[in-house]
Every structure is written in structure tokens, then in C-alpha cells.
């Protein structure tokens, strides 16, 4: 984001202020001499006897004296009934995963100065200011905050710091991107509830401003009394100034009753906007179900012949895009090389529920097919459907995810109207939780005119066996043989984080790891009421055993070895990978050489980190394709709770039933053991030709085997 657009964000957020005419909170810029402490104070509540609340606004504490000068000015806050906070502003080389790891970091003194502060019953908060060296670490930021009880608010480029700073870079397009999911799925959507009205209207208009710059939700502000001093060594000559800052808690009594007003508001939109979510989810069903009757009632489904080679220069492409990361990317360009090389299609139309995250990555894909994005919506479809030749599900899950669902019936009810065939493309059949998804997915595949399932579990899954599907492997496979020795869409920011991960790696055997949080919606074995809490206390104890295991991996190595995280998904949509990759780090602290990629990492990026690792640990199943389509050696975690999954079923494929294993019930002396007896031996335990020979175009002919070299 230019000069220009941050002055632009700046002017939206103070056309929604709404001024407060009593002064109620008095800011301190700096922490005071400690004999000035009572001058202070005394002065600012003798002059401005509304105040109600005092924050000491610092960058840092440079000595152990303003830890001491802090807790006094606590102190005389409770006795006097003022609350009282110490504000911590955290500049751009903030980083939580060099603090947890003790590297050198601006913010490893404000974390021990918080923890002694916190200790004392002293209240702490960070301010967190929207820039971009900043956006990707947010989650572990915010993170590392939530777990030292510290509370973090993401403020505005305006409020960045102390008078005499200014923000050191804006928002460029792709951290403004993230910085907006990161509010709309992490701290609206993850924490939502516990907030207070003024800080959801602070952040929804940060939000709201970072989409069009329109204008927002009104965010409550306060008349700030500001004292500050040209020479912070002496005591006399503070300075009282007055200016506007958002209001992030309830300060006054009028502010507390206009907090109580708000709050009710703000739960009924919350509410409103969950009601009106599946509303829509019902309407579109409805009208989806209206077209598959009338398609099936009213004209039979003729079907194509499913190896015709008939040309088909336009697809549409249908699948979970808008929530994609870039494993579901390179399953799209996989598809497209196999409907490329046999129905010579050249152009595509790519439906999305959220086009400008699907925008950001379909440029990595390396393809000889044009591709437009458009927004998924019934209303466009019957118009777009017309261009087209056909309608391709383009590999990833058919699911449980109803409002994707109810869109591809409505489509392919009327793409079948149109006579377009309809080619489902290396899908994974499931799973799901409840039946009317399971319905409409079944629906779905019995109006396909081909049905190519990526694993041979798929193969016996309930919503296709029946069917004949041919048993293959996943598109993302057919598009990461394509990227050759040299990577031609591995963007600079990349190359710059491969240097920085790999520095100081020769002679050493590296590691990467690719973890995710866990939804406990698809969890076995528990109740539906406990399902949360065991979810969750499955996914810290295999976060726990993981330390361990590689803590044991270190201590016994003559030359200790490196651990990568690479994000296949780093955006708040879809679970971030960045919220696993903090908590191993918070429990390794700064034991073990483990370094995390904090960045959305592009398909190229990922490769050549690959290239480049003995091996890989993964979770997500497209992180394990990655690691396999590269030859690396793969130990793979199912990370559904209580039962086999996608994981275990690719690493079956491939011969590799005892690399696997659930998160629920790995132990730290199985993975030490398999990391032990895998490192040790440097030559690929996977032939690279293995993974990439012939196969038909749907891989159906593709069964790989494991072929050990002789020692």
C-alpha cells in the first residue's frame, strides 16, 4: 500500500471515530524519571479529574529502573482508583519465534519486561501496527500473547508509536491481503466472542478500510490527554497535549453504558450475520435441488463417452476454490495439463468463492492453459456455462462444505440441461459428517461422465465405489512433474527466505516439517459435547511427543540437525499452518535449530525447499504429495482424530504403511525411532522415478512402489 493509500486508510478510520467530549484516559509517552512518578500523576489527575484510566506508552524498558518506576505508577493507579496499563509498541523487528528461540529480537526485551510486569499484577498490552514486516507474524505475535496473558490489539498506521516514529513501510497488495483474512478469520471470526463492542468496531473497520477503503462500522474514540516531556532526564516540564485515539476498552461509566448498548448490537450482528450465512446456504440449496429435479425429471442425463477424445478448447472448473491453499493450486494446474494434453482445452473459466485470494495464486501455476477467475455465483453461472465446452471438477475434496456443495449442484444441473459433459478429475470421495451433504455430493458424482478418484481408499469410499471410478493418484502430481530444474515462478521474496532457512545447512541433515491446527469437527471417538476439549487436547499432547522427538534427534546427532516448517497454507482460511509451527517452537523454546518459514510461501518456493531437505514430516496431504513428487523421504501424520485418513491412504499407495501414523496415536518413541533410522541415511529411499513414471491420463495406471537401495 503506497503513501497515498495510507493516508487514504488514515482519513476512513477518523470519518468513524466517534468522539467522546470527556476526557477519560490520560497517556503517558515514555516511561517518567522515578522521581517524577507522583509529580506526574498528580498533575494529570489534578488538572484533569475525569480521568478514569493511565497508560505508560513505551516502546521499551531500557533499564531495570522502569520496571520499578512502572510498578509504582501501578500502585498509585490503584490507589486512586485510575486503571492503569503498560503499553508496549512493537516496531518491525518484532518476531515471536526468535524471542521463544532467545535470538536477538527488538521483541525479547518487552516479552521478559511483560512477564515481570504481569507478575506484579501489572496490566500489559502490545500494540500491534498494521505494516508488512509485521503480517506474517501476526499469528504467532498474537499467539505468544494470548499464552503470556498479555492483551495485543492490532492498531492503525496512525497510532503506530511515539510521536517522533513513523510506520517504516506500508501495506503492499499481498500483506494487505493477509493482514485482512487475518482479522476476518482470526481475530473477528477465532476470538469474535470475547471481545469487547469497541474492539469489534475497530477491527471491522480496519477490515472494511483494507477491502475499498469505504466507509466502515463507526469505532468509538476518546479525547486523549498526551503528556509528554522534551527531556525525559528531568523531572519538572511535562507537557499536556490532546488528541483522538480509538477506544479499545471500557473506561468511564458513559463509556460502559454506551459499551453495554453496543455490546447487545454487536451480538444481534453476530448472530444476524451467522443466521443470514445459512439462510443463503438454504436459499442457493433450495434452488440448486429445483434444477437437478428438473434436469433429471423432466430429460434424462446422457452421457459421454468417457475416454472420447472429442476437443474442448473452454472449461469451467468447478472445485473448493476461494479457500484453496497452494496444494489445491497445483491440483488445478494438474487438471488443466491433463485436459491440455488430451481435449487440447486452452482456455479456462475458474469459479471462486473468494476471487481475489484465488487471483493471488493461480499466477504461480506454469500451465499452456489461460485461466479467468470469476466469482461463484448462481446468478453468473447459466451465462458462463454458455462459453464453455464442458465443466471439470478440478480434483481436492468433495465434502462436507455445504455452501460449496449446493453451488456445484446448481451448476452441474444446468451444465447437463446445456448437454456440457461433465468430468470429475482425482478427487478425494469425503469425508462427511452429515447426511444432506452426503446427499448432494452423491448427486453430484452419479451425473458425472468420468469419475477419477486420487487414492484406491477413495476407490471404496461409499459416495463412488459403486461407480467404476478409475483409481489414480492426485492431479497435483501431474503439475510438479512439470517444474523442472529451473523454477520459472519462484518469486524473489522466496529466494530471499530460501537463503535465510538454508544458511549454515551444509554438511547437516535437514528436516522439514508441515503441520496444521486440527478442526474437531470430523473428530471420532468423543462426544459431540466434549468433541472440542479432546480435539484439542489430542492435537498438544502429538505436539508434545513431536518436541520431544526431535529435542531426542538432536541430543543424539554428532552434528545437530536443522528443522524447516514450511506453511502449505499460512492464511487464517482453511486452519493456518502458522499457528502449529508457534507452539512446537513455544515447546523446542531454544533447544533444538528450528527455523519456521513465515510467509505464504509460493508452489516454486516449496519445491526447491524441498530439493534441498532429507527429509520431511508432514501433516496436510498435499504437503506430503509435495515431499513425495520431489523424492524425498516422507513420515506422515494423519491428523484425523480416531480414524484412518487421506494421509495413511497416499502413504499406502506409495508402500510406506509403516512411515504413518494417526496424530492420535503416535508415540515420541515411534517418530524417534523413524526419524533416527531415516536420517541416518542420506542416499533417497524413494526413487524420484518411481514417483514420475508413465501413466495415463489420470494417473489410473500409476502404482508406486518403494524401492530400497543396497547399501
Request: charged share 25%.
Amino acid at each position: 500500500m503506497g503513501t497515498e493509500e495510507h493516508r487514504d486508510l488514515d482519513s476512513v478510520l477518523d470519518r468513524n471515530y466517534l468522539s467522546q467530549v470527556t476526557t477519560v484516559a490520560a497517556v503517558i509517552q515514555g516511561v517518567p524519571p522515578a522521581g517524577a512518578v507522583e509529580g506526574v500523576l498528580t498533575q494529570t489527575i489534578g488538572t484533569l479529574p475525569s480521568i478514569r484510566a493511565v497508560c505508560v506508552v513505551s516502546n521499551a524498558v531500557h533499564t531495570p529502573q522502569d520496571l520499578t518506576t512502572l510498578v509504582a505508577l501501578h500502585r498509585s493507579c490503584v490507589h486512586r482508583q485510575v486503571q492503569f496499563s503498560a503499553d508496549f509498541v512493537l516496531d518491525a523487528g518484532a518476531n515471536a519465534f526468535a524471542a521463544l528461540g532467545r535470538q536477538p529480537t527488538s521483541l525479547g526485551p518487552i516479552l521478559d519486561a511483560s512477564r515481570m510486569l504481569r507478575l506484579k499484577g501489572v496490566y500489559v498490552r502490545w500494540r500491534v501496527p498494521v505494516v508488512s514486516a509485521l503480517a506474517y507474524r501476526l499469528e504467532a505475535l498474537f499467539s505468544l500473547a494470548n499464552d503470556e496473558r498479555v492483551d495485543a490489539v492490532l492498531i492503525p498506521p496512525s497510532t503506530w508509536g511515539l510521536p517522533e516514529e513513523s510506520p517504516p513501510d506500508a501495506l503492499d497488495a499481498d500483506a494487505r491481503r493477509f493482514v485482512r483474512d487475518f482479522i476476518r478469520y482470526r481475530l473477528l471470526g477465532d476470538e469474535g466472542e470475547r471481545l469487547s463492542p469497541a474492539r469489534e468496531a475497530l477491527y471491522e473497520t480496519l477490515h472494511e478500510a483494507l477491502v475499498d477503503f469505504r466507509a466502515a462500522s463507526p469505532v468509538m474514540a476518546q479525547t486523549v490527554a498526551v503528556l509528554e516531556t522534551e527531556e525525559p532526564s528531568r523531572s519538572p516540564g511535562w507537557g499536556l497535549r490532546y488528541e483522538r485515539q480509538p477506544v479499545w476498552d471500557a473506561l468511564t461509566d458513559a463509556a460502559v453504558s454506551r459499551e453495554a448498548i453496543a455490546d447487545r448490537w454487536s451480538r444481534l450482528r453476530r448472530t444476524g450475520a451467522r443466521a443470514s450465512e445459512v439462510t443463503g446456504v438454504l436459499a442457493e440449496g433450495g434452488r440448486a435441488v429445483l434444477q437437478w429435479a428438473r434436469t433429471t425429471g423432466l430429460q434424462a442425463v446422457r452421457r459421454h463417452e468417457p475416454h472420447m477424445e472429442r476437443p474442448l478448447s473452454r472449461v469451467l472448473v468447478i472445485g473448493a476454490y476461494g479457500g484453496e491453499h497452494i496444494g489445491d493450486t497445483a491440483i488445478l494446474g494438474g487438471v488443466l495439463c491433463r485436459m491440455s494434453r488430451r481435449h487440447g482445452t486452452k482456455h479456462a473459466i475458474l469459479m471462486s468463492q473468494r476471487p481475489d485470494h484465488t487471483r493471488h495464486l493461480v499466477p504461480m501455476l506454469d500451465v499452456p492453459v489461460d485461466i479467468r477467475v470469476e466469482d461463484y455465483r448462481q446468478s453468473t453461472v447459466g451465462e458462463l456455462l454458455r462459453q464453455v465446452d464442458a465443466v471439470v471438477f478440478a480434483g481436492g475434496p468433495l465434502m462436507d462444505l455445504p455452501k460449496q456443495l449446493v453451488k456445484h449442484l446448481y451448476t452441474v444441473s444446468v451444465a447437463r440441461r446445456y448437454n456440457k459433459p461433465f468430468i470429475i478429475a482425482g478427487i478425494g470421495a469425503g469425508p462427511f459428517v452429515f447426511w444432506p451433504s452426503a446427499w448432494v455430493a452423491r448427486r453430484l458424482v452419479l451425473m458425472a461422465d468420468h469419475i477419477a478418484v486420487r487414492t484406491s481408499a477413495d476407490g471404496r469410499a461409499p459416495l463412488v465405489r459403486d461407480l467404476g471410478p478409475a483409481v489414480g493418484r492426485d492431479p497435483a502430481f501431474d503439475y510438479l512433474e512439470t517444474r523442472g530444474d529451473v523454477l520459472t515462478r519462484l518469486p524473489e521474496v522466496d529466494r530471499q527466505w530460501l537463503e535465510r532457512l538454508l544458511k549454515d545447512t551444509q554438511g547437516r541433515v535437514t528436516i522439514g516439517l508441515n503441520l496444521r491446527p486440527v478442526r474437531s469437527v470430523y473428530t471420532a471417538g468423543a462426544p459431540a459435547g466434549h468433541r472440542d476439549d479432546y480435539t484439542r487436547f489430542v492435537e498438544a499432547r502429538f505436539e508434545e511427543r513431536l518436541a520431544e522427538s526431535l529435542r531426542r534427534l538432536h541430543q543424539a546427532s554428532a552434528t545437530p540437525p536443522c528443522f524447516i516448517f514450511f506453511p502449505m497454507n499460512a492464511i487464517q482460511f482453511g486452519m493456518c499452518d502458522l499457528r502449529s509451527a508457534y507452539r512446537v517452537k513455544r515447546l523446542l523454546r531454544g533447544d533444538v535449530d528450528f527455523r519456521v518459514w513465515e510467509g505464504d510461501a509460493s508452489i516454486d518456493g516449496i519445491v526447491a525447499l524441498l530439493r534441498r531437505l532429507d527429509l520431511a514430516i508432514t501433516m496436510r496431504f498435499h504437503a506430503t504429495i509435495y515431499a513425495l513428487a520431489q523424492g524425498r523421504r516422507v513420515v506422515g501424520i494423519d491428523y484425523r482424530v480416531g480414524r484412518r485418513d487421506k494421509v495413511a491412504a497416499l502413504l499406502d499407495d506409495f508402500g510406506h504403511a509403516d512411515r504413518h501414523r494417526r496424530i492420535d496415536t503416535m508415540t515420541t518413541n515411534w517418530l524417534s525411532e523413524c526419524l533416527s533410522g531415516l536420517s541416518g541415511d542420506r542416499r533417497l529411499l524413494i526413487s524420484l522415478s518411481d514417483a514420475q513414471r508413465p501413466h495415463d491420463i489420470d494417473g489410473s495406471s500409476l502404482r508406486p512402489v518403494a524401492r530400497r537401495e543396497t547399501r
